[in-house]
């Protein structure tokens, strides 16, 4: 499921994983209770913190009225922190980062299919000639928010780092929320141990609640219900990681790169010397100066629009939302037609009210769609309703927002030789999440053994390093229920049919258990799980199924079921040749390097990483 912006990490004590799914626990009734409010609270308490900006304004003699949005980020102003600014999505959460983010995803949309505006970038140049000067480091990592973290394992492993991160590599304020398991692949790593991890983390809550418009709420346990202090933890990483000899250049931009046959030299900005190595990963995220290259002239196939804040002020602050929505579809009259809004909501650390809420939405990158000024606006009319509280009874701490663009040929198999993308450039994160350390978390070791592998047995060349980032059945398969979740412009679905069609899917995976629904909320997708469901939908529900193909399209849906197929052959294979608890020999051949990747590929591409 989406996740919080650079999505989660989080936790803690491990409670008993035989926990269970409950139909409204207690606190469900409260819950629904401030669900239930009157409609005019949102409008009432809305129109009310307008009129009282515009008085001030008018007594002032001010010649403009500022939008909602405008005096929540004056009001959040006064929390800012003096560290300034983090890196990684949600690190800079000013009014003019808002907008800036806000003309990106202009441009994008602006930009026609196929037609690329003007020549791509050249910040990567392939050099027949050798280096110049002697390599300095195995490995140069650029994107140090996420990638210190495989910074740091490589480190240990006995290969010479280097981070380079445009801004100061320090963690946002705003915690991220992620699930126990997730959380422990630091400490099977060996980069944290169980008590530095419980250092880290801010908070702990039970339960969530997946609900939808119409249908019956499922609550469940130990879902994204950590909280974790970004700050702190990667303060930890970057002290182990430079005790351990590797170097960080921070508040350094990356101008260009030359590849070379014999390694890589990073350029940076005018008053630093370049900076050489055997590979270069690419940890910038989705933005990429590498990635924007590579993908020249290909619009988003789609974006996930994200807004929201964290405000203090709850007094009912001790569950969390997964997944949420409390209307149908947007009509084409309001600001935001079109649209299926979701939300999520998890109780921070830094208060006993401070609570941190999103809304989120799927889009593709048309014209027509909303600018995020226009639906942070709608988040301050909307969220009131969703929690039941007036705006003028909550404190904003942070602002939050980003839009996310995910592509159908993901992960991304990069051109160059000794370049490779990971995490949220590569596009290994589900196109359901926000993106972020979830993903890095749950690829981690997969990625240090082939990083590891790929500099011993000297296999950097393209087509080697691209079997690390392999066709992924699991992740092209989630493309559909994306689709499923967004709406086309000018749709003729029914306003409720999203509602209808989740409630009845989780409803399906609550009957039948945790071990199909908690892979799934958290961005795993396997095939039996994936397949009882499908059958739950069918026997449950078997109206919706013409209404799937009319809402999603016939040629998605056919193209949904090759991989579907796919996943079902990586199992079947994975089964039989009883991968899952299988890690093949490490590699110093060629030969060696790719047959483990192979191993990898099937397993990871099923889900069969994943053990509850």
């Known amino acids: 499921m989406a996740r919080a912006l650079t999505s989660g990490l989080g936790l803690m004590y491990a409670k008993p994983f035989a926990y269970r799914l409950r139909i409204r626990p207690p606190l469900a009734h409260r819950h629904k209770a401030k669900s239930s409010r009157k409609p005019q609270l949102q409008q009432r308490c809305y129109a009310g913190l307008t009129a009282s900006y ?127 398991k997730e959380l422990q692949e630091l400490v099977h790593e060996g980069l944290l141990s169980t008590d530095e991890v419980d250092e880290c983390i801010s908070i702990e809550f039970n339960p969530v609640r997946a609900g939808f418009h119409g249908s019956q709420e499922v609550w469940t346990q130990d879902v994204l219900n950590l909280g974790v202090k970004p700050d702190m933890l990667i303060a930890k990483m970057r002290h182990k990681f430079e005790a351990a000899g590797g170097k960080v250049f921070e508040r350094t931009v990356a101008m260009g790169l030359k590849v070379h046959p014999d390694g890589v030299a990073l350029q940076l900005q005018a008053d630093q010397h370049d900076v050489t190595g055997q590979l270069l990963i690419d940890c910038m995220g989705n933005f990429s100066p590498i990635v924007k290259q590579v993908r020249w002239g290909h619009k988003p196939d789609g974006v996930c629009m994200v807004v929201g804040s964290c405000c203090r002020g709850f007094d009912d602050n001790t569950t969390g939302d997964v997944i949420y929505t409390n209307d149908p579809i947007q009509p084409a009259s309001s600001a935001m037609p079109d649209l299926q809004c979701f939300w999520e909501a998890f109780p921070s650390g830094s208060g006993a009210t401070d609570r941190t809420t999103y809304m989120f939405t799927y889009v593709d990158a048309q ?56 995490g949220d450039a590569s596009g290994i994160q589900s196109p359901l999440s926000f993106g972020g350390f979830g993903a890095m978390a749950r690829h981690l070791s997969r990625l240090r053994r082939a990083v590891l592998e790929a500099i011993q047995a000297k296999a950097l060349d393209q087509e080697a390093l691209a079997t690390i980032n392999a066709y992924n059945p699991g992740l092209s398969a989630a493309w559909m229920f994306q689709r499923a979740m967004s709406v086309r412009p000018n749709h003729t679905s029914n306003p409720n049919f999203i509602n209808r069609l989740l409630g009845v899917n989780f409803r399906s995976m609550h009957i039948r258990g945790d071990w199909v629904l908690k892979p799934f909320m958290q961005d795993v997708v396997q095939f039996v ?7 739950g939908q069918l026997t449950t529900d078997p109206l919706v199924i013409p209404q799937i193909f009319k809402h999603i399209g016939i040629l998605p849906v056919l193209g949904w079921v090759r991989h579907f197929l796919a996943l079902a052959v990586y199992t079947i294979v994975s089964k039989i040749r009883g991968l899952a608890h299988y890690w093949p020999p490490k590699a110093t051949s060629r030969k060696q390097f790719l047959k483990n990747r192979k191993v990898e590929a099937w397993k990871y591409g099923c889900g069969l990483d994943y053990s509850q």
């Open 54 to 180: 515009e008085g001030t304004r008018t007594q002032s003699n001010e010649p403009s009225r500022a939008s909602v949005t405008e005096q929540m980020f004056n009001r959040a102003a006064r929390h800012a922190s003096a560290a300034g600014p983090a890196g990684g999505a949600g690190g800079t959460t000013s009014y003019a980062a808002l907008q800036g983010a806000d003309a990106a995803w202009a441009k994008a949309k602006a930009q026609k299919a196929g037609k690329p505006r003007g020549p791509p970038p050249n910040f990567v140049q392939e050099i027949q000639t050798p280096l110049s000067q002697p390599v300095q480091y195995d490995i140069i990592m650029c994107g140090g928010t996420l990638g210190i973290f495989l910074a740091c394992s490589l480190q240990l492993k006995g290969l010479n780092v280097a981070v380079v991160e445009r801004g100061p590599l320090q963690g946002r304020q705003q915690e991220w929320n992620i699930s126990r």
């Open 367 to 422: 014209p027509t769609r909303p600018s995020l000024l226009a639906m942070m606006e709608e988040y301050w009319k909307l969220m009131p309703k969703y929690q039941g509280i007036d705006l003028d009874h909550i404190e904003p701490l942070r602002i939050l927002f980003g839009w996310f663009p995910t592509y159908r040929d993901s992960p991304l198999k990069t051109p160059f030789d000794r370049v490779l993308q990971i």
């Open 529 to 535: 799980p994936l397949t009882m469901t499908l059958l």
